[in-house]
């Protein structure tokens, strides 16, 4: 039985550090274990152009602990009136990795997003021709759509025919939730890949509702069904080099999940390396865990793999049930299972 993993440092494809004080309060647990993130845009007001992107880089790095050594992958937040001049600027300038587009209304400051997509083909023309990924938030947002059935119709319906018209576009599927989103990677080997969070290999729509309803365990896209999670864990144990980790952590103070209308998204930065090695361990699949979190995106992202490494030990983890920020303490993910491993 092995009892210690050194892996190549990680890196977390898909992330929320939110800005002031709580960006402040959330940096610090993610850059203590990943070497690069992708930073989502959906601030208020989002992160739209070069210059936004440059600011909230800038935000970042003055929030980052004194010695840490983190580099944040910056994108931007595709709109209808987004300027292909203003990407390709952005690409060119080494600091924004990919654009993010959000479909209108589907997931927490997305309102700027996007309705008609005709209006954003020559944004998608450009990056195609300069390589730059596209990450997609992979849910429509029809009345008529059950909320479990979403990813699978936007596939259908958005996704595969972007990718027809643009077939040079580079595409990451984030946060896929459903074996449809599995099987439609596994039939396309070109231009695209997926990230799986840490939470959708643990839990199914059941936390969320059996035996009451447990806010912390409410996000978007939502947890679907026990068969999707285990379509999820095999995808992400198997080695296959269009899977990686993208944690989608994303931290919300509790007044504001426990409330009548809450927040979506799970807060796992301060123990996901944990239960990554505990679900990769229940699946016979330890030895592909360095893959997943260290080496595929990059692969797919065009960057090199971190020098650096980081070693867990078979022990089990210590950390706080919750955060605290000048709003108030925000709820640190439970797995709802015992951990072994602990990040050393």
């Not at 931290?251 to 999940?257: C, E, L, N």
């Not at 990059?298 to 960057?303: H, K, M, Q």
């Amino acid at each position: 039985m092995t009892d210690t993993l050194t892996l190549r440092r990680p890196d977390d494809w898909h992330l929320h550090l939110r800005d002031g004080d709580m960006l402040r309060a959330v940096l610090p647990h993610t850059a203590a274990h990943f070497a690069r993130a992708i930073i989502m845009p959906n601030l208020v007001p989002p992160v739209v152009t070069l210059s936004d992107a440059q600011a909230y880089h800038a935000r970042i790095i003055a929030a980052l602990p004194e010695g840490a050594a983190f580099t944040p992958l910056m994108t931007l937040y595709l709109t209808e009136d987004t300027d292909p001049d203003d990407v390709e600027a952005a690409h060119a300038s080494g600091l924004v990795h990919a654009v993010k587009l959000y479909p209108a209304g589907a997931t927490t400051n997305s309102a700027s997003g996007v309705t008609n997509f005709e209006k954003v083909a020559p944004v998608f023309d450009r990056m195609a021709a300069i390589g730059l990924p596209l990450c997609t938030h992979g849910e429509v947002t029809d009345a008529d759509v059950d909320i479990f059935d979403r990813e699978a119709v936007f596939i259908d319906r958005v996704l595969d025919p972007i990718r027809r018209q643009h077939p040079d576009l580079r595409v990451v599927m984030e946060h896929i939730t459903t074996s449809n989103a599995v099987d439609y990677i596994h039939a396309n080997d070109t231009n695209i890949a997926a990230t799986i969070t840490t939470h959708h290999l643990v839990i199914n729509r059941n936390h969320i509702l059996a035996g009451g309803v447990k806010p912390h365990y409410y996000c978007l896209p939502v947890a679907k069904r026990e068969s999707h999670r285990l379509a999820l864990r095999a995808a992400a144990t198997s080695g296959d080099t269009r899977f990686f980790l993208g944690t989608d952590s994303a931290p919300h103070t509790d007044a504001g999940k426990l409330q009548a209308c809450g927040c979506a998204g799970c807060f796992t930065a301060p123990n996901t390396l944990s239960i990554l090695a505990e679900v990769f361990e229940q699946e016979g699949a330890l030895e592909q865990l360095e893959a997943f979190t260290s080496r595929n995106g990059p692969a797919f992202y065009g960057l090199p793999v971190n020098e650096d490494t980081i070693t867990l030990t078979r022990q089990a983890p210590s950390y706080p049930r919750n955060i605290d920020t000048l709003d108030g303490p925000v709820t640190i993910f439970d797995p709802d299972m015992p951990l072994h491993w602990r990040v050393t």
